[in-house]
Nanobody
Framework: QAHIMESGGGLVQPGGSLRLTCTAS????????MGWYRQGPGKQRELVAI???????IYSDAVKGRFTISRDNAKNTAYLQMNSLKPEDTAVYYC???????????????WGQGTQVTVSS
């Protein structure tokens, strides 16, 4: 069972925009934070943006001013609006939720399978 599902990736030209969507399954609750990470070719996974349930937000320097994270807590959903995309933004983008799960003691991180974003002309 997939607890986290990402969508919205694709191929876009430099300067273009994409919007990623992350949906947490209904058996996840009390989600403390939802965040986006990425892993480019030959690189380690890195934080892109993360937002707490209280809307405290952190962005990496690489995306600050170009990307915007938002959440719809009622829908267990997070979004990543990516503008002014650059070739160096090419990566697999992963969503992570810090949440409780029905029937499981304690909170933990739940990761999605990732969605590919390719920025190329």
């Amino acid at each position: 069972q997939a607890h986290i599902m990402e969508s919205g990736g694709g191929l876009v030209q430099p300067g273009g925009s994409l919007r990623l969507t992350c949906t947490a399954s209904a058996n996840l609750f009390s989600i403390a934070s939802m965040g986006w990470y990425r892993q480019g070719p030959g690189k380690q996974r890195e934080l892109v943006a993360i937002q707490s349930s209280g809307n405290f937000t952190i962005y990496s320097d690489a995306v600050k001013g170009r990307f915007t994270i938002s959440r719809d807590n009622a829908k267990n959903t997070a979004y990543l609006q990516m503008n002014s995309l650059k070739p160096e933004d090419t990566a697999v983008y992963y969503c992570k939720a810090d949440a409780f799960r029905t029937g499981v003691s304690g909170s933990r991180d739940y990761w999605g399978q990732g969605t590919q974003v390719t920025v190329s002309s």
